[in-house]
């Protein structure tokens, strides 16, 4: 098991180092990682490109010349490929880019993941941070005595906190979000993750991406 900084709710760190779950034993498989990214990536594609083929652009009925006896190249359609105002060939049609992937594989991603940072000593746990009214000011002090500023940061929190979401909201680089719904784009998107200590009470090993096949 791995030991992280712990840091308290006003962002200075404490001198123990805390204990992460058994779930973090430190292993990172990059496989899995980039399959769920990629699925992750795939499933923002709205697939709605398209281009019109000779069959559906406007004009081309009759054939522009003769066969022969003109010296140029004979033309059936003014529509074809190679004709200004013309089709195109092989364009994007409306298709789906979705891509499903196994339950356990998306786990054992996600869970790469938080290894990989915790690995790297960009992973840390805070106590629980309430805030009594929604102050941007007061989470980045806590990030600037955590010497984060200026990073990509992902704050986990144990459950859906309102006010700490709208303060970390008009943040460029910093995304809140409850633990159990960080998906493995959003850790590996991130330089530094923070992670409230009572999210890490239950059992991690059972956490999952939601949103359906986002990975």
């Given at each position: 098991?791995?030991?992280?900084?712990?840091?308290?709710?006003?962002?200075?760190?404490?001198?123990?180092?805390?204990?992460?779950p058994e779930s973090y034993d430190g292993?990172?498989?990059?496989?899995?990682?980039?399959?769920?990214?990629?699925?992750?990536?795939?499933?923002?594609?709205?697939?709605?490109a398209s281009t019109k083929t000779r069959?559906?652009?406007?004009?081309?009925s009759r054939k522009p010349w003769r066969?022969?006896?003109?010296?140029?190249?004979?033309?059936?359609?003014?529509?074809?490929?190679?004709?200004?105002?013309?089709?195109?060939?092989?364009?994007?049609?409306?298709?789906?880019?979705?891509?499903?992937?196994?339950?356990?594989?998306?786990?054992?991603?996600?869970?790469?993941?938080?290894?990989?940072?915790?690995?790297?000593?960009?992973?840390?746990?805070?106590?629980?941070?309430?805030?009594?009214?929604?102050?941007?000011?007061?989470?980045?002090?806590?990030?600037?005595?955590?010497?984060?500023?200026?990073?990509?940061?992902?704050?986990?929190?144990?459950?859906?906190?309102?006010?700490?979401?709208?303060?970390?909201?008009?943040?460029?680089?910093?995304?809140?979000?409850?633990?159990?719904?960080?998906?493995?784009?959003?850790?590996?998107?991130?330089?530094?993750?923070?992670?409230?200590?009572?999210?890490?009470?239950?059992?991690?090993?059972?956490?999952?991406?939601?949103?359906?096949?986002?990975?």
């Open positions: 098991m791995l030991k992280v900084n712990h840091v308290s709710a006003g962002g200075g760190a404490k001198k123990s180092k805390f204990q992460l292993s990172v498989h990059e496989g899995a990682m980039y399959h769920a990214v990629r699925a992750f990536l795939a499933n923002q594609r709205q697939g709605t069959g559906e652009v406007s004009g081309g066969q022969k006896g003109t010296g140029r190249a004979r033309a059936g359609t003014t529509r074809a490929a190679h004709w200004r105002g013309g089709g195109v060939v092989f364009g994007p049609r409306p298709r789906s880019y979705n891509v499903k992937l196994p339950r356990k594989v998306k786990q054992l991603a996600r869970q790469s993941a938080l290894n990989a940072r915790a690995n790297d000593g960009a992973l840390h746990v805070i106590e629980s941070l309430e805030f009594e009214q929604p102050k941007t000011r007061l989470l980045l002090d806590i990030l600037e005595k955590m010497k984060l500023s200026g990073q990509r940061v992902l704050v986990l929190t144990a459950k859906n906190n309102t006010d700490l979401y709208l303060s970390g909201r008009n943040l460029q680089h910093v995304h809140v979000m409850p633990y159990v719904e960080a998906s493995t784009y959003e850790v590996l998107w991130s330089q530094a993750v923070v992670i409230e200590q009572p999210a890490l009470a239950g059992d991690t090993s059972g956490a999952e991406d939601v949103g359906g096949d986002d990975a």
